[in-house]
């Protein structure tokens, strides 16, 4: 069976400096991995995925990802915060074929100015 | 990617009514899923619709509680029978795109009093 664990429900930052969301899976096959955000009052916008190939991916809005197999994590990074970064961002991990995803509980970014 | 629409947008119903959501895409789909993100927590599936066939359900919902239709490729309706304040949330549907990538509609923030 698949999880996902975010670590840090609410991370702050200051504008300008880096932003780093932790995300952690566990999965009994290789998995696809993706980074969604959500606005207030919106949907879920897709960041970036992983699913296959180079493991460091680069997604929207200057955000990138690497997918470390050994480590099980797939961290979001951003090297500087723009005040338009704050949202909820969550991680989610699926199984090629099953188009189920698990998602991770979420962190919330603020961003201070 | 899909552009996907929902209705309402929101709304505040009363206990013991029904409230169904329609979720429409630009284009033609083959799935389509229906989440629920409690106040303050991820997203749960509910269930996948493909059209042609019957939904099927995760665990914990069932159909009398969220029957569901998809009576073609681009439009299905959610409905949340016999409503408590339990069932307050932000439903979402969303639908499959390659790779197992995953496009989301706006949500419809419901509040049951």
């Known amino acids: 069976a698949q999880s996902v664990t975010q670590l840090g429900s609410h991370v702050s930052v200051s504008e300008g400096a880096l932003v780093l969301l932790r995300c952690n899976y566990s999965s009994s096959v290789p998995p696809y991995l993706f980074w969604y955000v959500q606005y207030p009052n919106q949907g879920l916008q897709l960041l970036l995925k992983?699913?296959?190939?180079?493991?460091l991916v680069k997604g929207i809005n200057g955000f990138e990802a690497e997918f470390k197999k050994s480590e099980t994590s797939f961290h979001l990074t951003k090297p500087s915060a723009h005040m338009s970064d704050a949202a909820e961002y969550f991680c989610?991990?699926?199984?090629?074929?099953?188009?189920?995803?698990?998602f991770g509980t979420g962190t919330r970014l603020k961003v201070l100015a | 990617s899909a552009v996907i629409s929902q209705k309402p947008s929101r709304d505040i119903c009363q206990r013991g009514t029904s409230l169904t959501i329609q979720c429409q895409v630009d284009s033609q789909v083959t799935m389509m899923f229906w989440y629920r993100q409690q106040p303050g927590q991820s997203l749960t599936l509910i269930a996948t619709?493909?059209?042609?066939?019957?939904?099927?359900?995760e665990s914990g919902f069932v159909i009398d509680k969220f029957p569901i239709s998809r009576p073609n490729l681009t439009f299905s309706t959610l409905t949340v029978s016999n409503m408590s304040p339990e069932d307050s949330s932000i439903y979402l549907c969303?639908?499959?795109?390659?790779?197992?990538?995953?496009?989301f509609g706006p949500g419809t923030r419901l509040l049951v009093l």
């Open positions: 992983y699913t296959t190939g180079a493991t």
């Open positions: 989610a991990v699926s199984v090629k074929g099953t188009y189920k995803y698990i």
């Open positions: 969303s639908t499959a795109g390659s790779e197992e990538t995953q496009y």
């Open positions: 619709a493909n059209q042609g066939s019957e939904a099927t359900y």
